[in-house]
């Protein structure tokens, strides 16, 4: 995987150089900064019981990933929350 012009935990809310659908960065950016750590772990969106990185984050991770042209294989975590 050829490394990042970004920083994972940080992504620039432009999308970077490398990045071919720019709409999809923005969105995941938005997922990104919704889904946030409270000063106890817990997602600011998912509260009470989802500890960050939520499924919204891992979401956005893998928009960042297409976004840029990357891979859309892995599979998401299973937050073991009852739906």
């Not at 994972?8 to 960065?25: F, H």
């Not at 938005?30 to 772990?41: A, C, E, K, M």
């Not at 817990?42 to 840029?68: I, K, N, Q, S, W």
Request: charge should be negative; charged fraction near 25%; glycine fraction near 8%.
């Amino acid at each position: 995987m050829p490394a990042l012009s970004y920083d994972p935990a940080e992504p620039p809310a432009s999308p970077p150089p490398e990045c071919v659908i720019p709409l999809m960065w923005l969105m995941a950016y938005q997922l990104f900064r919704d889904h946030r750590p409270d000063r106890d772990g817990f997602c600011v969106t998912c509260v009470p019981d989802e500890f960050v990185p939520c499924v919204g984050r891992h979401l956005a991770e893998r928009g960042f990933r297409v976004a840029c042209g990357g891979s859309d294989a892995a599979p998401l975590p299973d937050s073991g929350a009852e739906r």
